[in-house]
Nanobody, 124 residues
């Protein structure tokens, strides 16, 4: 059974940092594109970053470039999202997802396996 489990969310002050993790079971992340998405209350789900494990290619939403970094640990079958200089507008439920078609995209419709999400709240 394919499963993704996110962890690492929490409450942080503006300017702070969090590292989210996405651990896969039942499949090897190296064979997929892994994306991070977020959804704030009343808003649509949006793509934040993605990683093609095969060659390490990464892509970021413009508003997080320079602040967020996606990375992987193949031995742990885990993808991370390091989030620095967090802003209140980064507050959302963050999901990771796997794209078996190996397409580097932040379009949620291309992703076919999703985790349950981890809440990130940026507030003073």
């Amino acid at each position: 059974q394919l499963q993704l489990v996110e962890a690492g969310g929490g409450l942080v002050q503006p300017g702070g940092s969090l590292r989210l993790s996405c651990t896969a079971s039942g499949f090897a992340l190296d064979n997929y594109v892994i994306g991070w998405f977020r959804q704030a209350p009343g808003k649509e789900r949006e793509g934040v970053s993605c990683l093609r494990s095969r060659d390490g290619y990464t892509w970021y939403k413009d508003s997080v470039k320079g602040r967020f970094t996606i990375s992987r640990d193949s031995a742990k079958n885990t993808v991370y999202l390091q989030m620095n200089s967090l802003k209140p507008e980064d507050t959302a439920l963050y999901y990771c997802a796997a794209n078996s078609a190996m397409k580097v995209s932040l379009n949620p419709a291309l992703y076919d396996n999703w985790g349950q999400g981890t809440q990130v709240t940026v507030s003073s």
